[in-house]
């Protein structure tokens, strides 16, 4: 199970990983394709969301609070996914194009989802430190009272 779990987070955060190092590599073609959506504001869109997708993409690969990272891809991929994949406002093969683009966000999203919820499990940062902590703990005895005077 520890396999399967740690497999089901490196291909999620594959997705972002690569799209986030592929707005860096490819930064003026990029920028072409959004300014006519986010006009001025783009390249400061534009670094924000590389930020996001790497930054978020290691939170999940390593399972180091995996649900907050979860957390930030959503918040990410819900505007991105309305704003750039708009199917609606396309016709013929380009509309069905975008309408792939849109269910493989929706997808990706119950990926998000499924992390948020049920966490990085056993095979993460998170788990060795908690299991760290705990095993601290153990060896520490109960917490101590403190006397009021």
Known sequence: M???ELLSRILLATVFAFSGASKLLYWEETLQFISPVLGQAAPLLLGGAAAIEI????MILLGARAKWGAVLLMFYLLP???LF???WNY?????QMQLIH???NLAIMGGLI???YHGAGRASLDAYLRQRRDANSRLEGPPRLR???
């Open 85 to 87: 994949h708009d199917f």
């Open 102 to 104: 849109w269910m493989k």
């Open 55 to 58: 930054v978020g993409s290691l």
């Open 80 to 82: 991105v996914t309305f």
């Open 91 to 95: 016709q013929g093969v380009d509309r």
């Open 2 to 4: 520890n396999f399967i």
């Open 114 to 116: 499924r992390v948020f």
């Open 147 to 149: 006397r009021v005077s």
